[in-house]
C-alpha cells in the first residue's frame, strides 16, 4: 500500500483544512486508515482512524468534534476534516495503514505498517 497525503497548509485559528489521504497499491477491504500527527519535540499522536469496509471510526478523545475523519471507496482516498482549528494543531500529520488491527491497537502508531509522508499544519492566531 502507498499512501500520499495532501491538502495540508498555513492558516489562522478558527479556519477549517481537509486533509486527503490517496490510497494505491494493494486492496485495501478491512485496512484500518488512521491519521497522526507530530508537532516538533513531541511523540506521535494518534488522531482519527477508520476501517475501510465497515466505516468504523475512532477519534483521540480530545479531538471529537473538531476531527472528522470518512473514506471515498471510489476515489480511494480517506479524508481528515479540520474545523476550528487552534495553533495547538500545528503539525505535521501523517496517514497511515494496516491490514488488521484489533482493540486498542488502533489508535497506536507502531501498530500501523504503511505511511505516507505526512503533510503540514500550521496555524496563527
Known amino acids: 500500500v502507498q499512501l500520499q497525503a495532501s491538502g495540508g497548509g498555513s492558516v489562522q485559528a478558527g479556519a477549517s483544512l481537509r486533509l486527503s489521504c490517496s490510497i494505491s497499491?494493494?486492496?485495501?477491504?478491512?485496512?484500518?486508515f488512521g491519521w497522526f500527527r507530530q508537532a516538533p519535540g513531541k511523540e506521535r499522536q494518534f488522531v482519527a482512524a477508520?476501517?475501510?469496509?465497515?466505516?468504523?471510526?475512532y477519534y483521540q478523545d480530545s479531538g471529537k468534534g473538531r476531527f472528522t475523519i470518512s473514506r471515498d471507496s471510489a476515489k480511494k482516498t480517506v479524508y481528515l476534516q479540520i474545523n476550528s482549528l487552534k495553533p495547538e494543531d500545528a503539525a505535521k500529520y501523517y496517514c497511515?495503514?494496516?491490514?488488521?488491527?484489533?482493540?486498542?491497537?488502533?489508535?497506536?502508531?507502531?501498530?500501523?505498517?504503511?505511511w505516507g509522508r505526512g503533510t503540514l499544519v500550521t496555524v496563527s492566531s
Open positions: 497499491g494493494r486492496a485495501t477491504a478491512n485496512y484500518a
Open positions: 477508520i476501517n475501510w469496509t465497515s466505516g468504523r471510526t
Open positions: 497511515a495503514a494496516d491490514p488488521e488491527l484489533y482493540g486498542s491497537s488502533w489508535y497506536l502508531w507502531h501498530e500501523y505498517d504503511y
